[in-house]
């Protein structure tokens, strides 16, 4: 892909998309239809599978119930190539930064990853300068689109994670995924511990994305009013179960909460179950 070709968003569609682990569904019955350079944002209760459905819709877990497709490609039938077409932001405890790492060596680790695994068999014949020219291009590129200047930081490039204020943590985590350039980048978590104004900062940053032909797929905990909303339920509210059956308010509490936990430990299970790519 030369320099100045722009993503190539994903359409993302789904119907009756669901995913069991051996204590439950992690989540059921999502339906969702959102064209190239959509953001989407996925809303739901804690332990009602969103994260699995991030990595779901992503090629990254196998579903068990439903339809759906990314950029054409349906699931779970074309899981690896839904892989390649897609890329993870930061999704806690499956693409973490490392802290001990300066901006500039995980740029340069993305780089060489990207040169050695993420190109075609031409890309791997061309001169060894063309390709580390073409590398420099898409770290540059990447760097841009999410407005991440690594000479801007205390320390420049040589800063580490660790030292990053979120925000800068959440460009650095994209820029990362973008040089891949993905039809669609997926973020969780994408405003949890934000203020306010923080927020508002990183859902620009999402929009740009998906103004530039990026299909951006965002767990949240409150969806802006422009995006496509995705909302999951709780196993106990997809089978049909009315929450607030107990007539005890304390039965309730503690039936809500142990709900959460077998929603989440059902999660965990599926996603332990299916595996990481």
Request: a negative charge; aromatic letters at 2%.
């Amino acid at each position: 892909m030369d320099r100045h070709d722009g993503p190539r968003g994903a359409a993302v569609s789904a119907a009756g998309f669901g995913l069991e682990g051996p204590r439950g569904w992690a989540f059921r019955g999502v339906d969702v239809e959102a064209g190239p350079g959509s953001l989407i944002a996925v809303v739901g209760p804690s332990g009602s599978g969103r994260t699995s459905l991030l990595l779901a819709l992503t090629g990254r877990m196998r579903p068990t119930e439903g339809s759906a497709a990314v950029g054409g490609l349906p699931l779970p039938d074309k899981m690896t190539a839904v892989r390649r077409t897609t890329a993870l932001g930061p999704v806690p405890g499956v693409s973490d930064l490392d802290p001990s790492l300066t901006v500039d060596e995980h740029l340069r680790e993305r780089a060489l990853l990207q040169r050695r695994f993420g190109g075609s068999v031409r890309d791997l014949l061309r001169p060894r300068g063309e390709r580390a020219a073409a590398s420099r291009a898409r770290v540059a590129d990447a760097l841009a689109a999410v407005g991440l200047n690594p000479r801007t930081l205390p320390k420049r490039g040589r800063t580490s994670v660790r030292d990053l204020e979120r925000l800068e943590a959440l460009r650095l985590s994209l820029a990362l995924a973008l040089v891949a350039r993905p039809g669609l980048v997926a973020v969780d978590d994408a405003d949890m511990k934000l203020s306010d104004a923080e927020r508002e900062t990183a859902w620009e940053l999402l929009r740009s994305l998906a103004a530039g032909g990026t299909t951006v797929l965002a767990v949240c905990s409150q969806a802006p009013e422009d995006a496509v909303v995705v909302r999951t339920t709780t196993a106990r509210a997809a089978a049909g179960q009315d929450p607030q059956d107990p007539q005890n308010p304390q039965d309730q509490t503690d039936e809500t909460s142990r709900d959460e936990d077998d929603d989440e430990k059902g999660a965990a299970d599926a996603f332990a179950e299916t595996g990481r790519a």
